[in-house]
């Protein structure tokens, strides 16, 4: 079974986000990325359902627990109930069955009758159910209409008459629920159950019964603004979302559903901008946005909820690209009086702002370190209080994957704005301090991380379990998907050379609280960062110092710690096969050597050889050699923007490098035979059966080829020119 | 001279031979012959509940009923309960049944179609009418209404949705037979000289609501023999329609109008107060109207098939008829 490790260190249960994540290198989350509003709990609010079952519980014994109730209430099909009605006496452990079973038979009924109604209800969804045959109750709408409008029970009365509204509506008697409505709940105090679940019945019988304006009018004192928005459609009613949000708001601001919508129409509006769709500036906001950027500042002015809606209109201005008026209407909330929920989330954006703004100097880096201690407390204090059991994938501490508000602040504001502002700059080794941080200031070594292959004989993925990081990085056998596919390793592996290697030197000698704080959640592995720096080197001809960072890389690491390995012996012309642990360390020390060679040789033959060697290795190791120069040669899970290193300018000068080389050094070789060997070598057999007849290779081609012009140009599998 | 006797004989050899299955009509057209098949008194049920008074029970004893003719439900243009901004054909207003069907009184199970669901189910037909045969049926036997012979479609169909109405009541036709049951369908005056008819075993003509109801200038909206006779005098060929059985009026009502427009049918005319530019034309047909009319029908379409039929079981209408005239009306020939 062929094993590969192709992406060894997510969680399966992330798998769908894995792929997408692919596609939206950065932000893909389910809530707003950097927008966090004091939301209401809705929770705390208690539903329709847990206040009938209390009033259940009031009706028959305190003693009996909700799940009991529950269990008989909602949960038991109409069969089941049927079942326990038939039973003589009941045997089994719930409590509320027990209790209406020796002690209620009128509940015992109603139950009986409200589970037909609901049955029937479903089933006439077809609207021309009707059953076939009696089972000794009411079974058809009609029926349950007449006897729960018909009860003599004063106790269960309001429940009757609301199975009777039910059943009405389902039959569309939308005259007779709004009579029903007015003799039966409309005096009840607005708090009271049956009303509260009768209540949009009627604002539904109102909808269908021409009354378009009060069916509105219900459903927003209800909250409802999912119905009001389908009614709208339906009748063609030009109302937005944000009006209807503001016509919620004005009427219960503390209903929870309103920030809930905020939320959403701000997420909507982040999504194109943080996916990198179109970009963060000269974006055109949405009118949902436009709407409630209008409706923030309207409100806030008006003195409502100033905090939440100033921080709301300055995030959507934000969005826009407007700064300014991101900055001043920020101000405001600030100024205002705000819960320390809401300042935080003011902070935030005023730091996100504040990095745009500022000038990059030590004035501001003073402040970007409280800045970015705070975010990391915040960060850290929340991790902590995340179930491990779903956060075990490496993914969510480093990729977006598992993003949260506090993670996704932190890495948007480091490598959406700073890494950018500090390489524009100049200040490409702050840059790369800042991503360095950013992917791994979350990490622990002790992190437990999951572990899957997938094993492509099979098409599966293979759970290998857990394993610490610290050990996924030891034993990870030749394919290390973490650290080579992070933010940080995008940024290092595109940045200058010699800011990646003034960083790399760097690196373990901070320089001020700033850098010790950055240094303090980066991965700075010396085998890691010597790697790369090596790796640099060779990608710019810089050998010797190539060799210097490598030879500092550890044997087991070249061998086991990254995501590549070697295939082929660089310095062959024709394809062969060679695998080494130190290949690049190898091939550095040979470039190294031959252009000392090259310098040193005073023989134009030796020095040709040499010169053609040193091509062949140079333009192998951006070619059929590639990882000798870099560590992927196209798609790479989780890699930011994986850069098409094969067609960028630098690959086509090397190359063409290469080849210069190569015709200059057949150019100086004056030994006859030496140069047949070279023009055989690179195919030039015309050039070898007319220039050099006399020569062993130009015996080898007159006597083996008989058409000359065969030959002309390059052979099939010589593929050099 | 020879031939002229001829064709004498021959002539009075066709119209003895058709005197013995035919009647001649008025306009010298021929008509069919109804065979007498169940032949029985009936009554229509045209009410949301059914719960007859002792009156009508006894009604129903005293003449002799053996049908009814039992409005189940209309099927209407309903909001759909999924997706509102729908409107699809659905039952609205199915009967409630307070009380048993009267011992050995067949049901035959009818519904209602108004003109706007008939359009709305185009191109699904059959679907419709089996969804319509299996309520009915369903209805039936969750009622414990009897054996079931007959089901009637009652629909007041017109020239540009006779197609869906054939291909609807040709669908439930053919499905009611695999259950070895009949379709009926009333048919208006109207609908008599319709090229041809949608297809069924039988059918019921209704000799009621002839006249327009919102015109103040008709005297009887509910029956008026000079409404009837220009259709019976256009009547010339029944021979390939369906036997028909008669449906005749025994109720009244009030229709008021206001300021000479149609403003509303009132049920109790007697009680009814006026107010100012009101007027109340009351509408009841006089048992002779009824029997005028059923000789001319009789006359003109031959004898009723299996029931003369009344409309309809409600005693407040049926009593201002005497048994004796109720007894004239379900007389058959």
């Known amino acids: ?721 | 001279m020879r031939q002229r006797l001829f064709y004498f004989v021959s002539a009075v050899v066709i119209l003895l031979l058709m005197s013995s299955s035919r009647h001649v009509d008025s306009g010298g057209g021929a008509i069919s012959v109804q065979q007498h098949e169940n032949p029985t008194n009936a009554i229509y049920h045209w009410k949301t509940v059914f719960n007859p008074s002792a009156e009508e029970l006894a009604f129903i004893e005293r003449h002799d009923i053996g049908r009814l003719y039992i409005k189940m439900f209309d099927v209407a243009c309903v909001k759909d309960s999924i997706e509102p901004y729908n409107v699809v054909p659905a039952p609205i207003a199915t009967t409630r049944f307070d009380a048993s069907i009267p011992e050995g009184v067949e049901v035959v199970p009818t519904v209602y179609i108004t003109l706007e669901a008939l359009r709305l189910m185009e191109g699904y037909e059959c679907a419709y009418a089996e969804m319509i045969v299996d309520r009915l049926l369903a209805m039936v036997s969750y009622n414990e209404c009897g054996e079931i012979r007959e089901v009637q479609f009652d629909c007041d169909w017109t020239e540009s949705t006779i197609d869906i109405y054939t291909a609807l009541t040709d669908h439930a036709h053919s499905y009611l037979h695999t259950l070895d049951k009949e379709l009926s369908i009333t048919i208006r005056l109207h609908q008599l000289d319709d090229d041809y008819w949608p297809i069924a075993d039988r059918g019921v003509l209704m000799l009621y609501n002839t006249g327009a109801i919102k015109n103040p200038s008709t005297r009887n909206s509910i029956l008026d023999i000079t409404d009837v006779m220009p259709y019976l005098r256009r009547i010339t060929y029944m021979d390939d329609r369906m036997p028909l059985d008669y449906a005749y009026p025994t109720f009244g009502w009030g229709v008021k109008f206001r300021d000479g427009e149609f403003h509303s049918i009132v049920s109790d005319p007697a009680s009814a107060t006026l107010g100012e530019g009101e007027t109340l034309r009351v509408e009841r047909p006089t048992v002779e109207e009824v029997l005028t009319v059923k000789s001319w029908v009789e006359e003109n379409l031959g004898g009723v098939y299996q029931s003369n039929i009344i409309y309809h079981l409600d005693d407040e209408e049926l009593k201002n008829y005497t048994d004796d005239e109720i007894t004239q009306i379900f007389s058959r020939n």
């Open chain 1, 1 to 721: 079974m062929r094993l590969l490790r192709f992406l060894a260190v997510i969680s399966l249960l992330l798998l769908p986000e894995i792929g997408r994540a692919c596609y939206y290198p950065w932000y893909y989350c389910s809530s707003p990325a950097l927008y966090r509003v004091e939301q209401i709990d809705e929770s705390a609010v208690e539903s329709k359902k847990m206040a009938n079952l209390r009033d259940w519980q009031q009706m028959t014994s305190l003693d009996i627990p909700i799940d009991d109730i529950e269990r008989v209430v909602y949960s038991m099909t109409l069969e089941e109930y049927e079942a326990l009605c038939a039973v003589e006496h009941y045997t089994g452990s719930n409590m509320f069955a027990r209790w209406i079973k020796e002690n209620d038979p009128a509940i015992m009924e109603f139950l009986l009758l409200a589970k037909r109604n609901e049955f029937v209800r479903f089933s006439y969804n077809s609207l021309w159910y009707y059953p076939t045959m009696k089972v000794g109750g009411p079974m058809t709408l009609e029926e349950i209409i007449d006897v729960s409008l018909n009860t003599k029970d004063e106790r269960l009365r309001s429940r009757y008459m609301l199975q009777a509204m039910r059943a009405m509506y389902t039959l569309c008697r939308y005259d007779e629920c709004i009579e029903l409505w007015e003799r039966e709940f409309e005096s009840r105090p607005m708090e009271d159950t049956m009303r509260r679940h009768a209540y949009l019945y009627i604002a539904g019988a109102l909808y269908h019964t021409g009354e378009v304006d009060k069916a509105i009018d219900m459903y927003a004192e209800a909250g409802d603004i999912n119905s009001i928005l389908y009614i709208a459609q339906l009748e063609g009613l030009d109302i937005s979302k944000v009006e209807l949000l503001e016509r919620l708001y004005r009427n219960n601001p503390n209903n929870p559903t309103i920030l809930e919508r905020v939320v959403n129409i701000v997420y909507e509006e982040e999504g194109p901008i943080f996916f990198r769709e179109n970009g963060y500036e000269n974006h055109v906001l949405s009118n949902n946005s436009r709407e409630l950027l209008d409706m923030s500042l309207r409100l806030a002015s008006e003195g409502r909820d100033v905090a939440i809606w100033y921080y709301t209109a300055a995030y959507i201005y934000y969005l826009e690209g407007r700064l300014y008026d991101a900055d001043r209407t920020l101000m405001l909330a600030e100024h205002s009086h705000k819960s320390p929920f809401m300042s935080e989330s003011i902070e935030v954006l005023r730091i996100i702002i504040d990095a745009h703004t500022a000038k990059l100097d030590k004035r501001y880096e003073q402040r970007l370190l409280k800045q970015l201690t705070w975010l990391e407390e915040k960060n850290y204090a929340y991790i902590d209080g995340v179930d491990m059991n779903y956060t075990s994938s490496v993914s969510f501490y480093v990729f977006p994957t598992g993003l949260y508000y506090w993670k996704s602040s932190m890495q948007y504001l480091i490598n959406e704005i700073l890494v950018p502002r500090y390489q524009e700059a100049g200040n490409g080794v702050r840059a790369l301090q800042l991503a360095n941080y950013s992917s791994y200031f979350l990490l622990r070594p002790n992190t437990s991380i999951h572990e899957s292959y997938y094993d492509s004989d099979n098409y599966e993925w293979i759970d290998m379990g857990y394993d610490t990081l610290n050990d996924y990085r030891h034993f990870i056998y030749g394919f290390n998907a973490l650290d080579y596919s992070t933010f940080f390793f995008s940024v290092v592996d595109t940045s200058d050379i010699d800011d990646v290697l003034a960083y790399v030197e760097g690196a373990n000698t901070p320089n001020g609280e700033l850098e010790r704080l950055l240094n303090r959640g980066s991965y700075l592995d010396r085998d890691f960062l010597y790697d790369i720096a090596g790796t640099h080197c060779l990608r710019n001809m810089r050998y010797a110092e190539a060799e210097h960072y490598l030879n500092e890389v550890d044997y087991y690491y070249s061998n086991y710690g990254l995501n590549v390995s070697q295939k082929y012996d660089p310095f062959e012309f024709e394809r062969v096969r060679k695998t080494s642990g130190d290949f690049r360390l190898d091939f550095a020390r040979e470039m190294a050597s031959l252009e000392r060679a090259m310098d040193n040789a005073t023989n134009s033959n030796v020095r040709a050889r040499y010169m053609i060697r040193y091509a062949i290795g140079l333009k192998n190791s951006f070619t059929r050699c590639w990882e000798l120069t870099h560590y992927y040669d196209g798609y790479v899970p989780h890699t930011y923007d994986t850069h098409s290193w094969w067609s960028d300018a630098h690959t086509k000068a090397t190359i063409g490098k290469a080849n210069a080389m190569v015709q200059e050094a057949l150019s100086i070789i004056d030994d006859r035979e030496l140069a047949a060997e070279m023009h055989y070598m690179f195919g030039n057999f015309r050039t070898v059966a007319l220039d050099y007849p006399d020569t062993y290779y130009g015996d080898i081609v007159r006597t083996q080829c008989d058409h000359l012009n065969d030959y002309d140009g390059h052979c099939l599998d010589k593929h050099w020119w």
